[in-house]
């Protein structure tokens, strides 16, 4: 990446000229480089004003924004965003609510945007083309917004719905094919009946991943009617945020589910664990070649005694079937400071010796077993 493209400007107090000098500075540094801002301001619209008037002197070179600031200010900033050049748009409207979104319209019609990250945005404020659009982030919009990103976004092939929102009432999602997304994240803490609806209204012929945090999608009526749907090719499930409130749905989850390749546990809590240890080691998963945990998830499992259990699972043959054994299997570090120190306590610990002995060695990023 060449230097003076990527611009982080993040000003927590009043801006004094010398800070705006050093912005004029970085961007003529950055001659005529295609340009990803960084903007984080704070609550002041004076120092808004001094990086607009610095940073909309480049701004037919702007090809990322990523704008985190009230929502006062983000009125202030919406009418010099319309630049065809723009590819990627990010706004975080800090300490926004989902009833006080940004209502303005935000772009002009001629930006065709490939990615979006959205919080707290009217999908009504977004006056572009859609067909670049190839990845989505929207966090709180409601059904009726995302039934217009799917239908608009022929081009999407990842789309990550966090919290969707009940309004407006009494709307129901229409049933809908898109062709060519690829993976669908959903995470509902609040709302899960809403995400129900989601998976019920769509069909997805080229769906690979999956990516949640109720166990109940996973029951019959939900992904698994999708992928009959949709026969689509999924084999990837990702699950975190320690599954939401799910403990309950784990009785629903008795048929195999078979296709799944690739299993990942991000985050798992010591009352969900012996039933994902049950959905491990029964065979839910019948085809499932890679097991990756992360360290959190690996600990509870080592704890209820399910990993040796799992490394039992020895690989198949080349030539012979799957069976549901595992080919790979993973422990991954958080790569944060703190995911990082727990990785090294964990390795100094009784544990890190009974993986020596079983002789597991760390590597860049966790270590593997086989």
């Known amino acids: ?104 319209p935000f772009l002009n019609p001629n930006v065709s945007l490939e990615k979006i990250e959205m919080v707290d945005v009217c999908f009504k404020s977004l006056q572009n083309l859609w067909n670049r659009l190839s990845t989505a982030i929207v966090e709180c919009f409601d059904l009726e917004e995302i039934t217009q990103l799917f239908q608009l976004a022929s081009q999407m092939t990842y789309c990550d719905i966090l919290l969707p929102q009940c309004r407006p009432e009494n709307f129901s999602m229409p049933p809908i094919i898109h062709q060519r997304l690829k993976t669908l994240s959903l995470c509902s803490t609040r709302y899960s009946d809403f995400a129900a609806q989601i998976i019920n209204s769509l069909t997805l012929p080229s769906l690979q991943e999956f990516h949640c945090n109720e166990m109940v999608f996973l029951t019959p009526a939900y992904l698994p009617a999708l992928m009959h749907r949709s026969s689509c090719p999924l084999t990837r499930i990702t699950l975190f945020k320690n599954l939401g409130n799910s403990c309950s749905y784990f009785g629903g989850l008795q048929q195999p589910l078979p296709g799944v390749t690739d299993l990942v546990v991000d985050q798992v809590d ?32 080592w704890n209820a005694g399910a990993i040796p259990l799992l490394l039992d699972r020895k690989r198949p043959r080349p030539d012979g079937p799957n069976e549901g054994r595992l080919h790979k299997f993973l422990v991954v570090k958080d790569q944060s400071t703190t995911g990082i120190d727990k990785f090294d306590r964990m390795w100094k610990s009784d544990v890190g010796e009974q993986l020596n002995a079983l002789n597991i060695s760390p590597r860049e990023g966790g270590f593997e077993f086989f």
């Open 270 to 301: 010591g009352i969900l664990v012996l039933k994902l240890k049950k959905l491990l080691l029964e065979n839910f998963f019948p085809d499932l070649r890679h097991l990756t945990l992360r360290l959190r998830a690996f600990l509870f499992l």
């Open 1 to 104: 990446m060449p230097l003076w493209s990527t611009i982080h400007i993040k000003f927590e107090w009043t801006a004094p000229s010398s800070r705006i000098n050093i912005l004029h500075d970085w961007i003529l540094r950055s001659r005529t480089l295609p340009l990803t801002l960084y903007v984080d301001i704070g609550d002041s619209t004076e120092e808004l004003k001094g990086v607009i008037d610095v940073i909309s002197q480049c701004s037919n070179r702007w090809h990322s924004l990523c704008l985190d600031m009230p929502l006062e200010l983000l009125r202030t900033f919406h009418r010099y965003v319309h630049y065809i050049p723009l590819r990627r748009l990010r706004i975080f409207i800090r300490g926004g609510l989902a009833d006080d979104k940004l209502r303005v």
